[in-house]
């Protein structure tokens, strides 16, 4: 048996949250942290073309670790165990807000989130609404994701491009209430752009659901 150090690289049986206890068979966080993660829902309204953010987490704390092991170091094992603690708090979202349109942000990790392992999310949302949509396909692909994008300003400048309507969903948007579906809100710079481009085409109104939020607390309402 080897010796363990918390936080060494060179044992990667330990927990990447804690660094103290073994991994679970998920391989990537032990059962303790892994089951730590709790709803801590936000409501937020004041985006100028979004009606309304809604999310499930902060991003700090295990859930920041969550997202972290997902997107970047391939910790598929954890999306459907993720997809399972967000479902109650999206659907009661979708009942809420009733959308007539469902889609997401083509973000391109969280797409693979939901055309593969997230599909517990998927399955709700196909299973409710079936006019479950792919609205925007990607103009340019930021250099890098846009949370590592400092001001707002330059996200702005970013983003100019990034997103684009698909043509022939214009027509389908009219009137209609839609909610948008991705991973972190920041700064709301990336929901507001696209409530921007469906309502400049008669989108009647645009809600965003996010699993985690980074919102300064200040702007939390
Ligand atoms: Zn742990």
């Known amino acids: 048996m080897f010796k363990k150090f918390p936080g060494s690289l060179f044992f990667d049986t330990l927990c990447s949250h804690c660094h103290a206890r073994e991994v679970d068979q998920n391989g990537f966080l032990c059962s303790v942290c892994l089951n730590s993660l709790y709803p ?27 997202l972290h092991l997902i997107k970047f170091q391939g910790a598929k094992n954890l999306i459907p165990f993720l997809g399972k603690l967000v479902k109650p708090t999206l659907r009661k979202v979708i009942e809420e807000i009733k959308p007539d349109l469902v889609s997401f942000v083509p973000t391109h990790p969280f797409r693979v989130w939901f055309t593969r392992g997230f599909d517990q999310v998927e399955e709700l949302i196909k299973g409710t609404y079936p006019n479950y949509v792919q609205l925007f396909e990607r103009g340019l692909i930021p250099k890098k994701p846009l949370y590592l994008v400092g001001s707002k ?69």
């Open 40 to 66: 801590k829902p936000l409501r937020y309204f004041e985006f100028e073309f979004l009606d309304g953010v809604f999310s499930f987490a902060p991003y700090e704390g295990v859930g920041k670790t969550y």
């Open 153 to 221: 300003f330059n996200r702005k400048k970013h983003l100019k491009g990034s997103y684009k309507l698909k043509p022939e969903m214009a027509k389908l948007v009219e009137g209609k209430k839609v909610l948008l579906i991705d991973d972190l809100i920041t700064t709301g710079s990336t929901g507001n752009t696209l409530a921007y481009l469906l309502k400049s085409v008669g989108a009647d109104s645009v809600y965003l659901f996010t699993v985690f939020y980074k919102i300064k607390a200040a702007n939390v309402g």
